[in-house]
């Protein structure tokens, strides 16, 4: 059996005497650093905004989900999956990984949670917009939804919220598509995001890298396939054919659809540390 830490859940840039110089150099950096914090948040801002108009959204991803060890061995548990998103209250997600194999539905009334590897199901209403279920999923139910930041109406809110640090770091290339590659820093976090250059910029990836667990465990989700309107296939946001299934709890959320294998399990000593994604 493997025991962990808690894992991972969620810009720095004389004349008449040296002294002068110095500090015309330092006003030079200062300025510059925030021009780049400047053009970082209206980059980010841009993409969120651009975000929060779609009707309909849906794309695949490959997701990363590190761990530390008791002896500080870091581990990666690896998924893919896929979203399908109607605004305001249609929700599609999946996610596979070794152990798992997890689907959520939500129709704007209830929230369905289906264990596919395990042919069992949770439901509960959760009358309301995507914005609550997403507060509804990580509050009531323990089960946060990969990446939800973006999802959000409000998402450049939740992003900047107690940020203090901003970087522009330039361009990236992600899955062939050039991207504006972005860092930002919270107290207890660090989160980078790569946006898609050109008049659709979505977030190709986005990585969360906790400061307040040893070892710097991080969460990671890569998009491909991004479809927005007319271009999303048509999905089904209610469960069909539950009577193939056996009905769990609501309390059997956290234990039955964990993001850990059953041979993990999180070390007393450490399970109130980190973050939360």
Not at 44 to 61: E, H, R, V, W
Not at 148 to 172: F, H, I, P, Q, R
Not at 184 to 213: H, N
Not at 221 to 236: H, L, N, P, Y
Request: charged fraction near 25%; proline fraction near 4%; charge should be neutral.
């Amino acid at each position: 059996m493997t025991t962990i830490n808690h894992p991972m859940t969620t810009r720095p840039l004389a004349v008449m005497s040296r002294a002068m110089l110095a500090a015309a150099i330092c006003v030079g950096a200062t300025a510059v650093a925030r021009a780049d914090e400047t053009a970082a948040k209206k980059m980010l801002k841009g993409m969120t905004d651009y975000m929060a108009a779609q009707k309909s959204i849906s794309f695949n991803y490959d997701s990363g989900f590190e761990v530390v060890t008791k002896d500080n061995q870091k581990l990666a548990l690896l998924g893919s999956g896929s979203v399908v998103l109607n605004r305001p209250d249609k929700l599609r997600f999946t996610r596979s990984g070794g152990f798992a194999d997890i689907e959520i539905l939500f129709d704007g009334k209830t929230l369905s949670l289906i264990g596919k590897n395990e042919n069992v199901y949770v439901q509960a209403e959760a009358p309301g917009t995507v914005d609550q279920l997403v507060d509804a999923l990580q509050e009531k139910f323990k089960r946060p939804l990969p990446a939800a930041d973006l999802l959000l109406t409000n998402a450049y809110d939740e992003l900047t919220s107690d940020v203090v640090d901003v970087k522009d770091l330039g361009s990236g290339v992600i899955g062939g598509v050039e991207c504006d590659y972005l860092a930002f820093r919270k107290e207890e976090l660090d989160f980078q995001i790569w946006i898609a250059q050109g008049d659709k910029p979505y977030p190709c990836r986005f990585s969360i890298t906790s400061r307040t667990v040893p070892g710097g465990p991080q969460y990671s989700i890569q998009v491909r396939d991004w479809k927005t309107g007319g271009e999303v296939a048509a999905a089904d946001f209610t469960l069909k054919n539950a009577s193939s299934l056996t009905r769990l709890e609501a309390k059997d959320i956290r234990q039955r659809f964990s993001d850990l294998p059953p041979h993990f399990t999180i070390g007393s000593e450490r399970a109130t540390t980190g973050g939360g994604q």
